[in-house]
Nanobody, 123 residues
Framework: QVQLVESGGGLVQAGGSLRLSCAAS????????MGWYRQAPGKQRELVAITKGGSTNYTDSVKGRFTISRGNAKNTVYLQMNSLKPEDTAVYYCNADLLMVQAGILGGPYDYWGQGTQVTVSS
C-alpha cells in the first residue's frame, strides 16, 4: 500500500509564512505528479499547485506567494507559503499520481491523498 503523510500546518498571522511537507511511502515505482489541494469550509476542494515532469502550475490566487518543490528524496513534495492571507485558511491535502507494485504486478497510475493538514491565517 501507499501512504502520504503531511506536516507543517498551523496557525499564523496574515503576512506570515508556513512550509508544508508531504512524504509518500510504500510500494511506489515512480511518481508522475505531486500536488497540493485545499478545501475551505463550505467550499469545494481546489488545486493549489502541482509539479509534473519538472514543470509547475499554480492557481492564480497563490501565484507569486506559494512555491511547490520536490525534495531530493523524490517521493517528497513541499509547499512554501509566503505572504499568507486569511483567505488561504483551509485544510491542505497532498496528492500523488503514481505507479506502484501490488502482488508483484506493476499497476497504475493511481491517485493517492494525504490525510490533510490545517492551515489557519488570522487577520
Amino acid at each position: 500500500q501507499v501512504q502520504l503523510v503531511e506536516s507543517g500546518g498551523g496557525l499564523v498571522q496574515a503576512g506570515g509564512s508556513l512550509r508544508l511537507s508531504c512524504a509518500a511511502s510504500g510500494s511506489i515505482v515512480s511518481i508522475n505528479a505531486m500536488g497540493w489541494y485545499r478545501q475551505a469550509p463550505g467550499k469545494q476542494r481546489e488545486l493549489v499547485a502541482i509539479t509534473k515532469g519538472g514543470s509547475t502550475n499554480y492557481t492564480d490566487s497563490v501565484k507569486g506567494r506559494f512555491t511547490i518543490s520536490r525534495g531530493n528524496a523524490k517521493n517528497t513534495v513541499y509547499l512554501q507559503m509566503n505572504s499568507l492571507k486569511p483567505e488561504d485558511t483551509a485544510v491542505y491535502y497532498c496528492n500523488a499520481d503514481l505507479l506502484m507494485v501490488q502482488a508483484g504486478i506493476l499497476g497504475g497510475p493511481y491517485d493517492y491523498w494525504g490525510q490533510g493538514t490545517q492551515v489557519t491565517v488570522s487577520s
